[in-house]
């Protein structure tokens, strides 16, 4: 069964930083590039970017630029989306999202997370 | 950059209703692009149509998706119980605002 698993709950300080996981199960993680979505409460869906597992490579929203880092582990089919400098904007659910196309990047998120509350607080 | 705009905001229908539901993105778009998502509460989106008029696996025949260039939209005949959410389109790394689909 195709499925992406997220890491728990996090709660932080501003300023610091946050690290959620993604760790996929059920089909090539290295053939379908992964991106990273977030929801302010009751707000909309946020694209902020993707990471191409099989080489690393990634593509950020220019709003993240410079705050955010995805990485992935190939030996465990996980990806990696942190994100540092966090303010009280930051508190929203977080989701991984495979790409839908094979070994490209066609923006079509058929497989999603079940989200990661991160919630920035003093 | 590309803005999408999703109306109307809420839709109030009732079950066994269609539902017609209309995304215009700033600019022409390639339709190839063009996707819809479901979120029921409390839930991950759920992918719907792609490639504008395309069901994802799974999808009932009563969604359909058309549109080109700026204007798309979102049709579901015979509304269920389960399909009062809100619905969100997408063209690459946008995602309109949303609308949401609630019990007349």
């Known amino acids: 069964q195709v499925q992406l698993v997220q890491s728990g709950a996090e709660m932080k300080k501003p300023g610091a930083s946050v690290k959620v996981s993604c760790r996929s199960f059920?089909?090539?993680?290295?053939?379908?590039?992964m991106h990273w979505v977030r929801q302010a409460p009751g707000q909309g869906l946020e694209w902020m970017g993707w990471i191409n597992p099989n080489n690393g490579g990634t593509n950020y929203a220019q709003k993240f630029q410079g705050r955010v880092t995805m990485t992935r582990d190939t030996a465990i089919s996980a990806a990696y989306m942190e994100l540092t400098r966090l303010t009280s904007d930051d508190t929203a659910v977080y989701y991984c999202?495979?790409?839908?196309?094979?070994?490209?990047?066609?923006?079509?998120?058929?497989?999603w997370g079940q989200g990661a509350r991160v919630t920035v607080s003093s | 950059e590309i803005v999408l705009t999703q109306s109307p905001g809420t839709l109030s229908l009732s079950p066994g209703e269609s539902a017609t539901l209309f995304c215009r993105a700033s600019q022409s778009v390639s339709s190839t692009y063009v996707a819809w998502y479901q979120q029921r509460p409390g839930q991950a989106p759920r992918l719907l149509i792609y490639a504008a008029f395309t069901r994802a696996t799974g999808i009932p025949l009563r969604f359909s998706g058309s549109g080109s260039g700026t204007d798309f939209t979102l049709t579901i005949s015979r509304l269920e119980p389960d399909d009062f959410a809100v619905y969100y389109c997408q063209y690459r790394g946008t995602f309109g605002q949303g609308t949401k689909l609630e019990v007349k």
């Open positions: 059920g089909y090539s993680f290295t053939a379908h590039y």
């Open positions: 999202a495979r790409d839908q196309q094979w070994l490209d990047d066609y923006y079509v998120m058929d497989v």
